[in-house]
Every structure is written in C-alpha cells, then in structure tokens.
C-alpha cells in the first residue's frame, strides 16, 4: 500500500470475510487488496473506541488528537530505531523492500504490479533486476530436477 491509502483507509474499505482492503480512491483508481494474515491480525486487534468506531466512513488509523488521518512520522522513526533500519529509509522504502523481496521470491513483474497497484507494466520493470538471480535459481533447480531422472 502507498502512505496514503494507509492514512486515508476506513472501515468501510475494509472487507474482512474477504480479507481484502477494497480502496475506492488511490493513485491509480479503485482497486482491491488481499491482505496477509498478519496484517489482518493487526488490523482485527484495533481498539474499538464506542460504536461509531467502525463506521464506514470511519479511519481505521485516526489521529488520537485531532481524529483525521494519523502522522506516521513519529511511529515511523520508532520503529525504524526499534528495527535498526537506517535513519535514510522512508515509510515508501518498505513499499521498494516489499517489491524487490516479492520478486527475488519468485513472483513474476505483473504479479508484483498487481500487488503494488501499478496500472502500467512500465512502471512495475524497476523490479526487473531482481529477477536474474530468481531466474537462475530456477534454472538450477530445472538442470537438479533433470538429474535425479
């Protein structure tokens, strides 16, 4: 997910039979969002505060001081010290990780778009250089397989 389809995300978007995040408005247009089990945890665990938390139009990550969208600046550097990250990684750095670690593991650039919400395949083949090692770990497994016959 970008920054701010997190800030801006409402309950209304959230589909949990589904496990999917339903986004009505990002860079790119609607889309939906299968989301792991993990982040549906996290997700599932948030303290309801009365019962017009989990309205619609609700955020699901609302400021606890002005009730809009949450600043991600403070938490971010917590748990950027937290995790040992490098104090030059942004928030979108982990967008980068996530699509770099995606394709090393095998999925192909437009699964990785479709994950990302790219609309173009363009944008999605900065990925691209991730996939040598990928493609010849393959290879390596074909040419093991072929053996073993």
Do not use: C
Not at 61 to 75: A, D, V, Y
Request: net charge positive.
């Amino acid at each position: 997910l970008r920054l701010g389809e997190v800030r801006d995300l409402t309950w209304g978007e959230v589909d949990q039979t589904n496990k999917t995040l339903r986004l009505k408005d990002t860079k790119t247009g609607k889309r939906a969002v299968p989301i792991n089990d993990e982040a549906y945890q996290i997700i599932d665990a948030l303290p309801t505060n009365g019962p017009a938390a989990r309205e619609a139009s609700s955020l699901v990550f609302p400021s606890l001081r002005t009730g809009g969208p949450m600043s991600l600046t403070r938490p971010w550097y917590a748990i950027r010290e937290a995790a040992e990250i490098s104090d030059d990684a942004t928030i979108h750095t982990l967008r980068h990780t996530f699509a770099s670690f995606a394709v090393m593991g095998g999925l192909s650039l437009p699964q990785v778009g479709a994950l990302l919400g790219h609309k173009s395949t363009q944008t999605t083949l900065r990925y691209a250089d991730h996939m040598t090692e990928t493609v010849r770990r393959f290879s390596q497994q074909v040419s093991t397989d072929l053996k073993k016959r």
